[in-house]
């Protein structure tokens, strides 16, 4: 029996890009680029439990440009989920629903997002001694 | 209208995907979780910026450090199980591929919480 070729219903690429759908990307991307912050997470638990040679591999690994580049954009992810994901949050309670305050409020988290990647990253550069 | 859903069907509470509120429900709950516990743990890791190995040992000795860092590594790993799940049921679409990354998703995400919390454990009783 052959196959009946249905149309299917139309994907992204049909879309014209709006603020709501690309938040909703925007979510599941950096939800996913964060659970490589998790696995970073557990590396540096483990890099201390192994010892003080081996933390010392691991700061040589991670503070070095490369190192720093990908905690940067794991930081930058991290914050950009937690912001999306106070808007599902507040959607899950029926606001952010109209058109209006659902492309209002996207510019903001996105803000948001950099502002506290921003703060954090100067933060510890300031602790350290560096700035 | 005639209710054309068993009176058993109704106390399981399971509807149409036979799976029920908990996954939505326990995905809530840990994004809160998560958004209180990475504050701290932001704000904690700021403020360690700069410090030596064995700074960061005690920090993690201390019994309340060890706690939140438990439930922090717990609470994220259950949430990233959970997120990708979701992912993966809507874009892999083959059913044995669809299985199979769903099981390796459910092991790793079990597998990496718990040698984090092992981890955390190990270095919080170490001498």
Do not use: C
């Amino acid at each position: 029996m052959s196959q009946v070729q249905r149309p299917l219903s139309p994907h992204l690429q049909i879309w014209r890009w709006q603020m709501n759908m690309a938040l909703s990307i925007l979510h599941r991307a950096s939800g996913i680029a964060s659970a490589l912050g998790a696995l970073l997470l557990v590396w540096w638990v483990s890099a201390i439990a192994l010892g003080p040679d081996y933390y010392e591999f691991f700061r040589s690994v991670m503070g070095s440009f490369i190192g720093r580049l990908v905690l940067f954009g794991v930081t930058l992810a991290v914050m950009a989920h937690l912001m999306t994901g106070i808007r599902h949050l507040l959607m899950d309670t029926g606001r952010l629903l109209e058109k209006d305050s659902a492309a209002r409020i996207g510019p903001w988290l996105l803000l948001g997002a950099l502002v506290l990647t921003l703060v954090v990253w100067a933060g510890a550069y300031h602790f350290a001694g560096l700035l | 209208m005639k209710d054309f859903r068993t009176p058993l069907k109704k106390v399981e509470g399971l509807g149409s995907a036979h799976a029920g509120s908990g996954h939505w429900w326990h995905q809530r709950l840990t994004a809160i979780v998560n958004l209180l516990l990475i504050v701290w743990f932001a704000v904690s890791v700021v403020t360690l910026a700069g410090a030596d190995y064995r700074t960061l040992v005690w920090w993690v000795k201390d019994p309340v450090v060890t706690v939140l860092l438990t439930l922090l590594i717990a609470s994220v790993f259950y949430h990233l199980k959970l997120g990708l799940q979701v992912v993966i049921e809507d874009y892999v679409h083959d059913e044995a591929w669809k299985m199979t990354s769903l099981l390796l998703v459910s092991f790793l995400s079990a597998f990496f919480a718990l040698l984090g919390i092992v981890m955390v454990l190990k270095i919080s009783f170490g001498g």
